[in-house]
């Protein structure tokens, strides 16, 4: 895949170490690598993070979960803009839902979070479109080691509150965000069932002006709601907060949580052992995403493939019995 | 998995009989026991598709779509009603993208198809919940074996518009209906990009009353967009129809359409070359899901996991090393 000019898609060993020492562009090349599904690519990739083992982990992974139109981007905003106030380096990564599905829209754009994009100390990757689920979630979890490499310090994971990928970004982060909008009741039901059930911190957001009273009401309500579930780290209580990109309050107590939350979970131990959970879960997914690859490229397969296909449809054999002898088939053919 | 009393989940040999004879009550555990995704039920459901084999296949099986709200089971019944009518069976199944998530609510229920529900030539099966899409797949595909089995003739699999089961349901039927209402621009915009491309059949539904006119403007609007869309099936060009549930105007022009369908594709083998697709992609998948399920319940690989594991969190290997390391083990562990 080297182009006459010389032009690889895969790192060096001088672009690493450039990737470390924090070059974008370096960083960039990396996350490309890492988004693409092309066969020899993806080799590249495991190669690379092989490269970067010890480099990575180092970081505090937060998603980032809300509604459209609950101003998260306004927020990650805010929030990047403090953390680099106070000497740190802050990256952001889009899941998107719906690209899940149908190659939809792209969330992380980087227009709309105008001074953090400008900023040298943060970095925004918008969502590649058109992945599967199970591509999705391999690319975030390798893009997070790689800009961990690189040295940010915390990685946020911005998605949209719809449900599929809330459970997805709550599996490879350290704490989770989702963010409310003022009004309680009715408004809490555009949040999909069992993403509460994810929070670590609920931000009931644009609390100001005419909203606020609605604003206390909702945070009633999430109170109340948050009363009936299950923390999900031990030594951490679920907290409640109340927000506005309007006049900025909020940011500095949202951020102050975070790092309450980063250090009640490590005494208690909660944070190494959910790290530890995660990092087994993703091993577990992604031998099974390296398995079904493997089948799927099995050309080798495809004579067996073709004969099982004319007997289920002589009524010879069933289906389900057609796609045994091929998995059969695929895990015994170098036996004897 | 026998009980004292004898009862067993597995239907035998003379309620296979039964099945095929018939008898409801043997369909509906057939039905059960394919939808269980217990191991040895999943073992039984593949022993039994295989006892009754050379009864499926000759069902007319129509996939149907709409938004909430678009008039999917009032259609149904009418549709049924008049396929009885003509001294036809038909059976509904119901897939439903939101169990597919979260476990959510459940379409296909008998008490929205009152009629229907109670005359013995219909069989209604509400959507089980809590299934992975993977899940929902192989469920609703072996259900309407057994329904074949049980000489249904016509199967509709119902689904709502909203892009995720859409596609799904399209490659297990033979043709797919697309339920709009009445308005034109907007209106379209409910339903997700890419489902109109799977439409064989178009319904402008509640063509009636005041929204007469605009089911006119709906229609021309469907027609300008289907212009620019391949058909799917050749000898097929997707017809677009208006109804209404009220008068039960269109209820028949809607089968016709259906049956014209059928016998313009298989004049022309596209339909007999969409099933012949549709089986090998359905072995291919189910041996997906095959391999996947003796990966995750492979107990001898339980202690190569946990080292794996423990050499990621000591910084020595990388997770997606791990993961290669763990699907090699896999595939390698019986060989010397």
Redesign the interface.
Known sequence: MRRQDGFSPVPGMAELEALRSGDRKALAKALTLVESTRPDHRRE??RM??L???QT?RSLRIGITGIPGAGKSTMIEALGNHVIEMGGRLAVLAVDPSSM??G?AILGDKTRMHTLSKNPSAYIRPSPAGTSPGGVARRT??SI?VLEAAGYEVIIVETVGV??AEAMVSRMTDLFVLMLLPGGGDDLQGI???VMELADIVVINKADGDLRQRANLAEADVRHALGFIQPRHSGWEPSVLKTSALDGSGVRELWDAIVRFREQTEQSGAFSAN??RQ??D???????????E???SDDSLQTT?RS??EA??A??????????R??DR??NK??P
Chains 1, 2 share one sequence.
């Open positions: 990739t495991e993070l092989e970067l083992v010890g982990g599905i149908s939809g979890r390798e080691l449900g599929q999909k069932r069992g790290r530890k990092l087994d993703w091993i577990r997914m992604e031998a099974r995403e390296m398995l079904l493997k089948f799927d493939h099982l296909g289920v449809a009524g010879t054999i069933s289906p389900v019995t057609a796609a045994r091929l998995s695929f895990l170098d036996k």
